[in-house]
């Protein structure tokens, strides 16, 4: 295809954004959802944020001077997963450039020595499904992204749930680290900054669960799906279009359907490399 494949530039984003636009318009029209980039505002900034975030890499492919797809590679300081996403690439173009870019992209991961890749897939989108499938992707946690505003009162205590401190990061690291193998310590520390991350604290004044903030970017982790739901029912807000929970977790899906929560859309949590299944309740971001 004479491709040029080269780091996404600050005066690349204009395109960028708009191309993710477009890419995911298309497919919110084609299966009913709402698109996950609602805007060419909304696209332009998220490439814009994440070109200055330096745990970020953009990786951009063109031919003739065209932009035609971008993608991320995302680190996170302390942890062995790396995350990939968006994938974008304009509905016009034939085939071959998402290949392209993943390839870059699994290269990075390698080349830093990242064994562990993950993303969140959109099932409808089949060509994508097939695309990682193809780069050694395995499917394993079917999501939803669920949403309601304003989030239900719930009946526990409210001193059960309270803002987490960095002094709670190591107790939140190793119930994390029960679950899913792997601690998420930095993003909770960045959660925790931005004052949207909350810690339930059980009868005997120990730490049970934590959410680094309940919402598209962030993450949960909890003993028990009551304590999950305490999070998330004593959440003052919910950031961004949702936050997802796994399909397999019926009693949570049950008890947000209850609570009137209304199902967006579906995912796919996919992964390259080692992958310990979750021990125990849990909301994944977007990332992973």
């Given at each position: 295809m004479g491709l040029t494949i080269r780091s996404i530039e600050e005066s690349d984003v204009e395109t960028c954004g708009k191309i993710g636009f477009q890419a995911h318009k298309a497919l919110s029209l084609a299966h009913g959802y709402p698109s996950e980039q609602p805007s060419i505002e909304f696209a332009v900034g998220m490439i814009k944020s994440?070109?200055?975030?330096?745990?970020?890499?953009?990786?951009?492919?063109?031919?003739?001077?065209?932009?035609?797809?971008?993608?991320?590679?995302?680190?996170?300081?302390?942890?062995?997963?790396?995350?990939?996403?968006?994938?974008?690439?304009?509905?016009?173009?034939?085939?071959?450039?998402g290949r392209a870019l993943m390839d870059t992209a699994l290269g990075?991961?390698?080349?830093?020595d990242y064994e562990q890749v993950r993303l969140v897939?959109?099932?409808?989108?089949l060509r994508s499904l097939a695309l990682y499938t193809k780069c050694g992707f395995t499917l394993r946690e079917p999501l939803f992204l669920v949403h309601r505003n304003p989030v239900p009162n719930t009946?526990?205590?409210?001193?059960?749930?309270?803002?987490?401190?960095?002094?709670?990061?190591?107790?939140?690291?190793?119930?994390?680290?029960?679950?899913?193998?792997?601690?998420?310590?930095?993003?909770?520390s960045q959660a925790i900054d931005q004052r949207v991350a909350t810690v339930n604290i059980d009868s005997s004044g120990s730490i049970s669960g934590y959410a680094a903030g309940i919402g598209f970017l962030g993450h949960a982790v909890a003993k028990t799906n009551e304590v999950l739901k305490a999070l998330i029912a004593n959440?003052?807000?919910?950031?961004?279009?949702?936050?997802?929970?796994?399909g397999r977790n019926s009693?949570?899906?049950?008890?947000?359907?209850?609570?009137?929560?209304?199902?967006?859309?579906?995912?796919?949590?996919?992964?390259?490399?080692?992958?310990?299944?979750?021990?125990?309740?849990?909301?994944?971001?977007?990332?992973?």
């Open positions: 994440l070109l200055v975030n330096p745990y970020s890499i953009g990786t951009l492919a063109e031919q003739e001077g065209r932009i035609l797809g971008s993608i991320f590679l995302h680190l996170f300081p302390q942890c062995p997963v790396a995350a990939i996403g968006p994938l974008t690439v304009d509905p016009s173009v034939k085939g071959g450039v990075e991961a390698r080349k830093r897939q959109s099932p409808s989108h009946t526990r205590e409210k001193n059960d749930i309270r803002t987490a401190e960095p002094e709670d990061i190591s107790a939140c690291n190793e119930i994390c680290l029960s679950i899913h193998g792997f601690s998420r310590a930095w993003e909770l959440s003052s807000t919910i950031l961004g279009p949702g936050f997802f929970v796994p009693d949570l899906i049950r008890w947000l359907l209850d609570a009137e929560f209304r199902i967006v859309w579906p995912a796919n949590l996919m992964t390259i490399g080692n992958y310990q299944d979750p021990s125990g309740p849990f909301i994944p971001s977007i990332a992973y």
